[in-house]
């Protein structure tokens, strides 16, 4: 298993916008749909996990999430597991890439929204605050320090 962090320019782009349009998991639409109006800039970055060339899994790391106007940033998001790959730790795997990588580009802090329960806790991360997303259901923020 090894770890891209792709942009636009990058080969594999088109193939892991591909997979997140088509995967079972309805946000890889809204992803496939950044990707397609290159919204990520500056040390924005899509993570791709990859089996040999099958991709496992992604997320993102960029300056906004799905919930407009916070005053936080950085977000890990777009956090996804490929069914046949859960089970394996592959998310943890690729928060700490993400985090690996926010610190070498000079972030002390990242954050996450999900509305998950006890699941990015066991990772460290500590819920912050709470806010409504725009299809009405209240995510939890989370918040972990780069270290």
Not at 116 to 129: P, S, T
Request: proline residues 3%; charged residues 25%.
């Amino acid at each position: 298993m090894n770890f891209e962090m792709i942009t636009s320019s990058d080969p594999l782009w088109n193939k892991v916008r591909n997979y997140a349009n088509n995967c079972s998991w309805r946000a890889g639409q809204s992803l496939a749909n950044a990707m397609d109006n290159n919204l990520f800039t500056e040390w924005e970055r899509v993570i791709v996990a990859l089996d040999q060339q099958k991709i496992c899994g992604y997320c993102t790391v960029a300056k906004t999430d799905c919930i407009p106007d916070l005053c936080y940033t950085p977000f890990i998001g777009y956090l996804f597991v490929d069914e046949e790959y859960r089970g394996n730790r592959l998310s943890q795997r690729l928060i700490q890439y993400a985090m690996n990588y926010l610190k070498s580009v000079g972030f002390d802090r990242v954050h996450l929204i999900s509305d998950h329960d006890n699941l990015y806790e066991k990772y460290g991360f500590e819920i912050i605050d709470r806010k409504t997303a725009p299809w009405g259901s209240t995510e939890k923020i989370y918040l972990q320090k780069l270290v």
